[in-house]
């Protein structure tokens, strides 16, 4: 692992802008975000489906699918700017540095092999270690992630697992060589919720003791709002709001984050209903002027329809909200 200062972000995202050509024209699916995140930290990436978090995620492992392409901004890791790299540059960043945990383990594994060749090979790519060393670092690291008997199921094929072990596998594969960084794109969404929570427990693990810094994607705020410890909503491309995850939770400013807040259930109050945010995220080929949430929110006025809003801080968080610009000029 490198020596990272801890004071320093591990990860840098400034400005990055993801475009699609199409014969129609070019579509903007991320619009210019910036964010960072510190080692040992937890960042959420959070919002509906189409808010453009995956394909950061992707941006930031180098596998965007094309057309898709980074059009503009910059993606740093520890100090170095990855984002213009040769293709097999960034392959070795990968697995070495940066690590990902997909949504279907099925996509990351080989049904063709053992699970306990997988491992070897991954770690052998991205170490000097012997076959033995190699198969003891596999059992080493299938005990890590919980999974019962490793030396046994070292041997065993990825269909002989359920699909709540194949996740812990999947885990244990992008953590073989001990990345600084983990890109968990949906990493429980398939997992009934026992499972999740050790899965969720087992990430929080891992950054404690290894000072692994993970972006976490998810749909999910109530798997945010147990694992991160800074959460950015995504909203039509950009970020909406990024904050420390009690404040974003406990007072979301946005009125867009209000809305995912009030969808949460929470136990012990009684909420008449949950609150449901109207209508659905605008489509790439007709995001409105100014703030692309204007035709869903309860608390547009003139200037939203027409200036698109930049992030603000206000209080402990920043916001990209125009309800907020009196705040920003006063404090």
Known sequence: ??????????????????????????????????????????????????????????????????????????????????????????????????????????????????????????????????????????????????????????????????????????????????PDLIIADEPTTALDVSIQAQIIALIKRLCRDNGTAVMLVTHDMGVIAETADRVAVMYAGRIAEIGPVRDVIKQAKHPYTHGLMGSIPTIGHDIEKLTQIDGSMPRLTDIPAGCAFNPRCPRAFDKCYVDRPERIAVEKTEVACWLYEKEAVHG
């Open 1 to 178: 692992m490198a020596n990272q200062s801890p004071n320093k972000p591990l990860l840098e995202v400034k400005n990055l802008r993801i475009e699609f050509p199409t014969r129609r024209g070019t579509l903007t699916a991320v619009d210019d975000i910036s964010f960072d995140i510190m080692p040992g930290e937890v960042l959420g990436v959070v919002g509906e489906s189409g808010a453009g978090k995956s394909l950061t995620g992707a941006a930031v492992i180098g596998l965007l699918e094309p057309p898709g392409r980074i059009a503009a901004g910059t993606i740093s890791l520890d100090g170095r700017r990855i984002d213009n790299l040769p293709y097999e540059e960034m392959r070795k960043i990968r697995g070495r540095k940066i690590g990902a945990i997909f949504q279907d383990p099925l996509t990351s594994l080989n049904p063709l092999y053992s699970v306990g060749r997988q491992l070897v090979e991954t770690i052998q790519t991205h170490t000097d270690m012997t076959d033995s060393q190699a198969r003891r670092r596999a059992i080493e690291l299938l005990s890590d992630v919980g999974i019962p008997a490793p030396e046994r199921r070292v041997e065993q094929y990825p269909h002989q697992f359920s699909g709540g072990m194949r996740q812990r596998v999947v885990i244990a594969l992008a953590l073989c060589a001990e």
